[in-house]
């Protein structure tokens, strides 16, 4: 079962599915932004942010 399961978790596998979510996101992001304006959201630490904060509008 073990050996099943880690071909699903190799490097390139990793990868591929990286990708596929990333342009997931991005299309999710772009259909909102096209509804609703700008939106943006930053985590602690994330690009130099230390405050959480949330913007949309």
Known sequence: MRRIVQ???TPRSIRALEQRLRARAEAIVGA???RS???GCA??????VK???VMAG
Request: charged share 30%; hydrophobic share 30%.
């Open 7 to 9: 071909r699903g978790f």
């Open 32 to 34: 909102a932004r096209a």
């Open 37 to 39: 304006g700008p939106v």
């Open 43 to 48: 985590r602690p630490g994330f690009n130099g």
């Open 51 to 53: 405050e959480p904060r």
